[in-house]
């Protein structure tokens, strides 16, 4: 069970990083928010942890002397849909593409700067616990057999639940409360990871990849979130809803 975020003094946050320097000056950073912080210098160490302190948050580092990144990343998002953030020195898109397919929330490259890191995190634990504080939307859609649920954080199937990532929701949620309108790649990243994200608005594909193969009966032929070429993409409403 994770912790409850009301305050920044029940939010816990795991580093994983196995540099010293580099858990010293996020745990400071982040202890000067109000975060509670723990850290770990290895997978090992951090699997550990994970159990122990059931945190908020995950910083993972992709390099450990004992672990892939990926394969730890791999191993948490198959126990839970808990944010993970890549703090990482690879820069390469094809690094933030294969992180954001395993399900990750946020990927920021070495070296980085503390202040927007901890805005980021802000950004992340309120969009995943507190929902999108968006004014005049109701907390619950429904289309046809899909059902989204706000306050809840919960996508159901004709009744079934479907476990996405905090991105994955964050995109789903944004699409579904805006039905028929096409955005493009950009305005879908900045929704998604507000004013915080950098990155190559392409990211949007791998998410939209990964939603169709969860919600769409046809990925192939989705139902829902259609791509609209040369711009974009577009949520379809369910009109017997």
């Known amino acids: 069970m994770l912790a409850a975020a009301g305050d920044h003094h029940n939010e816990k946050i795991l580093i994983v990083d196995d540099d010293e320097t580099i858990r010293k000056i996020v ?3 982040l202890k000067s928010e109000g975060y509670q912080v723990f850290s770990a210098a290895t997978g090992q160490e951090g699997m550990e942890l994970l ?3 059931h945190p908020n948050l995950v910083i993972l580092d992709l390099m450990l002397p004992d672990a892939d990144g990926y394969d730890i990343c791999f191993a948490i998002r198959k126990e839970s849909d808990i944010p993970i953030v890549i703090l990482s020195a690879k820069s390469e898109e094809l ?4 992180g954001f397919r395993m399900g990750v929330d946020d990927y920021v490259t070495k070296p980085f700067s503390s202040t927007e890191l901890a805005l980021r995190i802000k950004a992340i634990l309120k969009r995943f616990y507190n929902g999108t504080g968006e ?5 619950k859609v429904t289309h046809g057999e899909l059902e989204i649920d706000l306050k809840k954080r919960e996508v159901l199937i004709e009744g079934e639940p479907v476990k996405l990532t905090t991105k994955e929701f964050d995109l789903l949620w944004f699409l579904a409360t805006h039905p028929n309108q096409v955005f493009t790649r950009e305005e879908l990243s900045n929704q998604v990871w507000e004013d915080y994200y950098t990155g190559n608005p392409g990211t949007i594909n791998v998410l939209v990849c990964r ?3 969860k919600i769409e009966k046809n990925p192939s032929n989705p139902k829902y979130i259609h791509t609209v070429w040369g711009v974009g993409y577009k949520f379809v409403a369910d009109e017997t809803s």
Do not use: M, Q
């Open 51 to 53: 159990k122990k302190v």
């Open 27 to 29: 745990t400071a950073s």
């Open 135 to 139: 004014k005049n939307v109701p907390s």
């Open 95 to 98: 690094d933030k593409v294969v």
């Open 211 to 213: 939603l169709r193969d």
